[in-house]
């Protein structure tokens, strides 16, 4: 389960519930504490580049340079591995990328003609915006992206070029075909509707629940059905295409194989050897069972300095939440900060104990809460370049009830966020003054608390009744919305309450609050809907989840006037008048959803997502995106990777130098020269 940067405009300006420092960091200082990293801060430049929507940073990797030889290794085989897999995400986005992007590439790189013309300067932008997507759909909003350029133009360049691209993945890039990657309306057929390639062009939903319903499992311990497959008709017939050496993207699953064996070689213990044995074995035989195997093996493998997340894993992408997408991030523990957000797991039980869910749906013993604050070391697939905050692994649901969980909180990333620049969103979408200040002393840390508490507290929490259904089964395609705003509501309730400042992590638990719920509800109400084109409807789990919590609440305190809307020289602001209300109001909903997960309550999901979390009113939305229209930071950022390079020396890798990429597109052409396994 990924935990995503919002956009809300704090004192970043870049994220409204992303991790920012302690109150004690300054701005310029380390993610990790380290104060002696002020100076490398201040002269190390974030921004690589901006084009379109989005914004390209750096990120560095602090301590990298104090790991063994053996544990840099083991960093560099294991982002090896990663980048092996690249081309797995581009395949699944879209059964045509490949080919879409090779082509595009050639002419990039061979074209001599004229590049001074606007013709020319759209193709490039419409290339990054690929690049930065795995494909031609937009990264978060599913939309297929919209060229600036004519169909007569691409034709023109890819000739002059000596590149080829014809038939439906030439058209499919103008026409109104494939239009969304993932199609969540639900008047849709969300299967045969969507044009990610988890299923065969012909597959429709109701073939995917007949396939699926008709697979009997183990009930106590159920593997993840279709989670390294494709499903696709042959001669009429319903078949699964597995992802395995050998079978569906073998020639990259070999490369994968043949760095995690490396990898295995230096393995910092006996533990951290059997969890990449298992996955090497999953990888060549693509058995769930396996799979299983090594996501106990690798929650339970907490030792070491480095880890990593490596395989098919998150479903979001799938409109029936079977299908993982390919997803690698390799780590190196932070121990200054894991140390200091440590007694969140520690305490995960009184969290438990004390939340206002119903009693028989709460769980009698957490399991295992691990949560530590990591500096990433490389990503790929699914994780880059857009990247997650914050994951908590594995998802299957019984090996976390049994085996127990990792939470990590990418600290490194969330500093490059923090560092790479401000601007004036806050004071504009701000309701008065005293929203100002308390975002800018208590919003980065409000924020860093509640992707703690998400990861942490929240999708550890809660138990699902005996004789029901999972989620995916029984809440289906609003499986994910569910629960990302089910985490996000235990995060909220327990960010005003005194037990924080309790457990020392925070000076003032009432003004952190405050924070917390100002910065949600702007983002939520408001400030969100700037990723969104005039007239779309909210697509993405983690933008629904925002809306129907907030929207929701909104409506429940209206009679009491708990949140305020205000209206003043024609701009609309959310003010909130009672916290400790919206507070209650927060509880009531999460005990709703905790109940909706427990008793698998597919209607009252359907309600919730529908009635509060997909539409946009369009007066207010126009005047959003008018008002934003004057600020120059673009609504998404993503990153470039550090590259490793091995230092060599008679024929041994005797050290490592990690530098930083010039530019984004050179990063995104040597990745397709490398790693291009997929042809």
Not at 278 to 292: A, F, N, V
Not at 309 to 326: A, H, L, T
Not at 467 to 486: A, M
Request: contains cysteine; charged residues 25%.
């Amino acid at each position: 389960m990924k935990f995503k940067a919002l956009y809300g405009f704090g004192l970043a300006a870049l994220l409204a519930v992303s991790c920012g420092q302690d109150q004690q960091t300054t701005k310029n200082e380390d993610i990790s504490g380290n104060a002696s990293a002020k100076a490398k801060t201040e002269a190390f430049n974030y921004q690589v580049d901006q084009f379109a929507d989005i914004k390209i940073l750096r990120y560095q990797i602090p301590g990298f340079e104090d790991l063994t030889l053996k544990e840099q290794k083991l960093v560099y085989y294991m982002t090896q591995a990663g980048l092996a897999g690249r081309d797995i995400m581009w395949a699944q986005n879209y059964r045509h990328n490949l080919e879409i992007r090779d082509a595009l590439e050639k002419v990039y790189t061979s074209y001599t003609g004229d590049k001074s013309s606007e013709d020319w300067k759209h193709f490039e932008e419409y290339l990054k915006r690929v690049w930065f997507s795995n494909g031609i759909h937009h990264h978060y909003s599913n939309a297929k992206l919209q060229p600036e350029f004519s169909a007569a133009y691409l034709k023109e360049i890819l000739v002059a070029s000596g590149a080829t691209l014809e038939g439906e993945a030439f058209e499919v890039i103008f026409n109104d075909q494939d239009a969304k990657k993932v199609n969540l309306s639900k008047d849709a057929d969300i299967v045969l509707e969507s044009a990610i390639n988890f299923y065969g062009p012909d597959v429709t939903t109701a073939d995917v629940e007949a396939y699926y319903g008709a697979i009997e499992v183990d009930k106590n311990e159920p593997i993840e059905v279709g989670l390294n497959t494709r499903l696709v008709k042959e001669n009429g017939k319903l078949v699964e295409q597995v992802y395995k050496s050998g079978g569906m993207y073998g020639a990259a699953i070999d490369e994968i194989i043949g760095w995690l064996e490396k990898a295995k070689t230096v393995a910092e213990n006996p533990k951290q050897g059997e969890a990449l044995g298992l996955l090497i074995e999953y990888y060549k035989t693509g058995s769930l069972d396996t799979w299983d195997d090594y996501c106990i093996a690798w929650a339970t493998s907490t030792e070491g300095n480095i880890d990593w997340i490596n395989g098919f894993i998150e479903v979001y992408n799938d409109p029936k939440g079977y299908k993982g997408s390919y997803e690698t991030i390799v780590q190196i523990k932070d121990f200054d900060m894991s140390k200091k957000m440590a007694v969140l797991s520690q305490d995960a039980q009184w969290f438990e104990d004390n939340s206002p869910l119903m009693a028989e749906h709460k769980k009698k013993e957490v399991k295992g809460v691990s949560y530590k604050t990591v500096i990433v070391a490389g990503e790929a697939g699914d994780a880059s370049p857009s990247t997650p905050i914050g994951v908590n692994l594995p998802n299957n649901n019984w090996i976390r009830q049994t085996h127990g969980s990792k939470s990590v909180s990418l600290g490194n990333i969330i500093n490059s966020y923090a560092n790479a620049g401000g601007s004036g969103r806050l004071q504009e979408f701000a309701h008065d003054g005293e929203e100002v200040e308390l975002e800018k002393k208590y919003g980065q840390l409000a924020d860093k608390l509640h992707t703690a508490l998400h990861e942490v507290v929240g999708h550890a929490s809660g138990q699902i009744n005996e004789g029901v259904g999972t989620p995916k089964e029984t809440l289906k395609s609003y499986k994910s919305t569910i629960e990302e705003g089910r985490a996000d509501l235990f995060g909220l309730y327990y960010l005003m309450d005194p037990k924080l400042q309790e457990l020392g992590l925070v000076e003032d638990w009432e003004k952190t609050g405050m924070a917390a719920y100002d910065g949600y509800i702007r983002n939520g109400l408001v400030s969100q809907l700037v990723r969104l084109e005039l007239g779309d409807d909210v697509e993405e789990a983690h933008m629904r989840n925002r809306q129907w919590v907030s929207a929701w609440a909104f409506e429940k305190g209206e009679k009491e006037n708990v949140i305020e809307k205000v209206t003043r020289e024609g701009k609309t602001f959310y003010n909130i008048n009672d916290y400790t209300k919206l507070r209650a109001i927060f509880g009531e909903l999460l005990r709703e959803t905790q109940r909706i997960t427990s008793e698998g309550d597919y209607e009252a999901a359907k309600a919730l997502v529908e009635d509060y979390g997909v539409k946009v009113d369009p007066t207010l939305h126009k005047e959003v995106l008018d008002r934003n229209s004057k600020f120059k930071s673009a609504a998404y950022s993503g990153f470039v990777n550090p590259v490793i390079v091995p230092i060599m020396g008679d024929g041994e890798i005797t050290g490592f130098a990690v530098e930083q990429p010039t530019d984004f597109q050179t990063q995104m052409l040597e990745y397709a020269k490398t790693y291009g396994f997929l042809k």
